[in-house]
């Protein structure tokens, strides 16, 4: 089923795209085409509209449900949107404006007074961060070593010995710790795996994507829960998510929801 809406996003209580939670298709930006298609996941429903915060501005979606926007030109002004209701959180202005590529990230729901807002510059090692309610961002880069590896070696390395990246935004100054944790065993038929980090409801977890051979064909899905107390992170393998439903992209571009509030199945990835 097809559905068409141009009604304004927050217009009323339903949601600008359909029923929540959707995937998201945006077509290219320009006076001609503006629309966006979005697929409804737990009725199946497809819906087309123009929902101007996405049409007029870049965006990106944070695992918490909402949405950083940022509107194009020098010294933007971004602002945080909820598309459930159509709330909005201003953020500062941004004196040195966008990265080229970037990526947002949120320690927390924007109503918590600790929300920092991270904008990660994804072509050098830079980020912006703000606190919700600052006036200013501040600009952090940070050091990736000057060791030389090829790509290949890299992945062996990363592969072999993982880490979990830590920034304690506490200090004046960002504080950037590596822990290292535990590899695991590849399961039989498998020789790649694709790991997504994902927190939810207090609790952080390491998603496996496990492979067929070197095929793209999904072969298992693990999830290991980490526990972070004993200053070394331990994995424990997770059977069941109760009424959690992870969706997740291999950009690790996610979104966490309540299965039962959002009809859809729960203990799902």
């Known amino acids: 089923m097809e559905e068409s809406t141009n009604a304004p996003a927050g217009a009323g209580s339903c949601p600008p795209l359909g029923t929540l939670p959707v995937l998201v298709y ?25 929902v101007p915060e996405l049409a007029d501005n870049y965006y990106h ?8 926007l ?3 030109g020098p010294s933007p002004r971004p602002r945080l949107w ?12 941004m004196e040195l404006g966008l ?17 920092v807002v991270l904008v ?6 830079s980020f912006l961060y703000c606190r919700v309610g600052d006036t200013l961002w501040s600009t952090h880069d940070y050091d990736i070593g000057d060791v030389m590896l090829s790509p290949r070696v890299r992945a062996a390395e990363q592969a072999r010995h993982p880490a979990n990246r830590v920034i304690d935004f506490k200090p004046m100054t960002p504080e950037i710790s590596y822990m290292d944790r535990p590899s695991l065993e590849f399961p039989d038929g498998c020789n790649c795996i694709n790991e ?5 409801r207090g609790e952080l977890f390491s998603v496996h994507i496990c492979l067929k051979g070197f095929t793209p064909e999904n072969l298992t899905v693990r999830v290991y829960r980490i526990d972070l107390m004993l200053g070394q992170p331990t994995l424990s393998k997770v059977d069941d998510l109760g009424d959690r439903a992870f969706l997740l992209s291999y950009t690790n571009v996610q979104l966490l929801c309540s299965a039962s509030k959002y009809g859809v199945k729960g203990n799902r990835v």
């Open 26 to 50: 945006d077509h290219e930006r320009g006076s001609n085409n503006r629309r966006q298609t979005a697929f409804a996941i737990g009725d199946e429903s497809l819906h087309m509209s123009i």
């Open 61 to 68: 979606a944070t695992p918490h449900g909402w949405v950083i």
């Open 70 to 72: 940022v509107a194009p």
């Open 82 to 93: 909820d598309p459930r209701s159509g709330d909005s959180v201003p953020l500062p202005i």
């Open 99 to 115: 990265p080229e590529e970037w990526e947002c990230c949120l320690s927390d729901a924007p109503t918590a007074p600790s929300c």
């Open 120 to 125: 990660l510059d994804m072509k050098k090692p």
């Open 196 to 200: 997504l980090l994902v927190g939810s």
